[in-house]
């Protein structure tokens, strides 16, 4: 097992995990370089089973970096394990189906966390398509009361988080499936969008663009 921490200082709250064998990692997800160098990081442990991309921002101006560029880019450089899961929200309903005049540094037009949550569950279902031998699925935790959550948060911490442990490791039939948007262990109809074809390949352009790094469509894993 393989844990993620920003910075060096937060890999102090991990020491329990790594006392028992857990290897830690660490790279600011709104920084490009550091997030490229987390990949490196990552490889040289060896190819991962499963992959959960949990991490994300709610308001910043690095929405987009950290929700968005942050788990592309680590998929696109990452070895590509069986697994693969991105967290997405509810709220990606309400996101603005459109990919003109963004910004993906984070230092101009941001968009907002509802955007950045359709492009991400987008890229979960592009990454389902183009590479068959992957299960790669998207998962809404619901408004749980985590730090982002906040303690008004009306959800199940528990069912929070069972729903990527259980695609990332079950053998149940269910969750060897790929292509679906996940709440609680039920699949459910993403925002549209998600399915255009056109609108996952704009939105994988993009970001091939901005990083300069394309996800392989064709090859062994």
Do not use: C
Request: hydrophobic content about 40%; overall charge negative.
């Amino acid at each position: 097992m393989v844990v993620h921490a920003r910075n060096a200082d937060r890999l102090t709250s991990l020491r329990d995990l790594q006392d028992r064998g857990v290897a830690a990692v660490a790279g600011d997800l709104s920084d490009i370089d550091q997030t490229r160098r987390l990949a490196d990081d990552v490889n040289g442990l060896g190819g991962m089973d499963a992959v959960i991309h949990n991490a994300g921002v709610f308001r910043s101006p690095q929405v987009l970096t950290v929700n968005v560029v942050a788990p592309y880019l680590l998929t696109a450089l990452m070895e590509r394990p069986r697994r693969l899961i991105y967290l997405s929200s509810g709220l990606h309903r309400g996101g603005k189906a459109s990919l003109a005049d963004l910004d993906w540094s984070g230092r101009g037009s941001a968009g907002s966390y509802s955007d950045s949550k359709l492009f991400v569950t987008t890229l979960a279902i592009a990454i389902a398509r183009i590479w068959a031998d992957v299960f790669s699925n998207a998962v809404n935790p619901g408004w749980v009361p985590t730090k982002m959550g906040g303690p008004g948060a009306s959800d199940d911490l528990r069912l929070g988080h069972l729903t990527q442990e259980w695609l990332a490791t079950s053998d149940d039939p269910d969750a060897l499936t790929s292509g679906g948007y996940w709440y609680h262990q039920h699949r459910e109809e993403p925002h549209p969008k998600v399915h255009d074809l056109r609108f996952q390949e704009e939105l994988l352009e993009q970001l091939a663009g901005f990083t300069g790094v394309r996800v392989v469509s064709a090859g062994p894993s």
